[in-house]
């Protein structure tokens, strides 16, 4: 039982030594192939900068495939994804080539890697001066309020904006949308900005954002009993309606509530609106700013007709 014993300690040992030896073989071997020089090839995008407003850059070509060389180390180390390379088109009118000393290029890239080669080594482009137009902007704003609350007031920064392209594409925009945003249950005011959505890459637009404030308060319930006003009455007739007065309805922010007079409102009817019938139906007008949800409880009077 002892030798069986002792014999199997020395199997496991064995087994972690082996296991041990395995992996600073294979660490050994990572190393190796890491240190040897390798070639690679990447995508680095290109931007344009300094275009004075107005303008557009067109060039056929938007990436610069570099081929570089480098330890594995340092291809594995360096970030090399989502490069960008930006050239001053106040510096290069329409033409830009690649210099190997160029400072900025350079400064892309660790010093550990050399770059082979750039392919196109030659850009070409052409700063247009485009036509502008100004188009309405659709907000995609969805406000619900809690409950017992409202909207009295909201506030845009922009109701349109200057839009430049070609004369034959921005003649086919008649709107710039937001982002769709949505507020629900909103008990207090809210402000923000919201982006413009631009789906054309031919179409610049004058301001990326828009910013927007709605002022939430508190509404409360009001009502009153209006006289019924009577227009457009047929000449040499006279006309008596039933009821003479309505109860109207209405909801408005606590903090005006107390300005509102029954003067401020109005409720009629229109003789233009006889028919066979003997009733005509009740109008609202003049409802005071920041009221809203108004009604009369009753919706029709019945009216006689006499000739005078």
């Known amino acids: 039982m002892k030798y069986k014993k002792g014999f199997t300690y020395i199997q496991k040992k064995s087994s972690r030594a082996f296991i041990i030896a395995l992996l600073a073989s294979f ?38 495939h570099i081929k570089i060389q480098g330890s594995g180390f340092s291809l ?20 830009w080539n690649w210099n190997v000393n160029d400072y900025q ?16 080594k030659q850009l070409n482009f052409e700063v247009i001066t485009l036509a502008k137009k100004k188009v ?35 003649n086919k925009v008649s709107e710039i949308k937001t982002d769709s945003l949505s507020f629900d249950n909103i008990f207090e005011s809210i402000s923000g900005e919201v982006a413009l959505i631009n789906n054309n890459i031919d179409v ?9 404030e709605y002022v939430i308060e508190r ?8 006289t019924i006003q009577v227009k457009n009455v047929h000449k040499g007739k006279n006309i ?24 401020g409102f109005g409720v009629y009817v229109d003789c233009n ?29 019945t009216y006689l007709l006499i000739e005078k």
């Open 76 to 95: 594995l180390n360096n970030k090399l994804e989502k490069l960008k390379y930006s050239i001053d088109t106040q510096k290069y009118s329409s033409q």
């Open 204 to 212: 610049k637009l004058e301001s990326e954002k828009a910013k927007y």
């Open 219 to 226: 509404f409360t319930q009001g009502n009153f009993q209006l």
């Open 136 to 170: 309405p902007i659709k907000y995609q704003i969805k406000v619900h309020t809690k409950l017992g609350y409202g909207t009295t007031n909201s506030t845009m920064s922009l109701d349109s904006i200057l839009i430049y392209g070609e004369s034959s594409v921005i």
């Open 105 to 120: 290029f350079k400064k892309l890239l660790p010093k550990s890697l050399t770059v082979l080669d750039v392919n196109p």
């Open 273 to 301: 609106d006889i028919n066979n019938s003997n009733i005509l139906p009740i109008h609202i007008e003049n409802i005071p700013e920041g009221v809203r949800n108004v009604k009369t409880l009753k919706k029709s009077v």
């Open 27 to 64: 660490f050994i071997w990572v190393l190796i192939n890491l240190s040897k020089t390798y070639e690679k090839t990447i995508g680095i995008t290109v931007l344009y900068e300094n275009v004075n407003e107005g303008n557009l850059v067109k060039s056929a070509d938007s990436v610069l």
């Open 240 to 263: 008596t309606i039933f009821p003479k007065q309505v109860n109207v309805q209405f909801q408005a922010p606590l903090s005006l509530f107390s300005s509102y007079r029954s003067e």
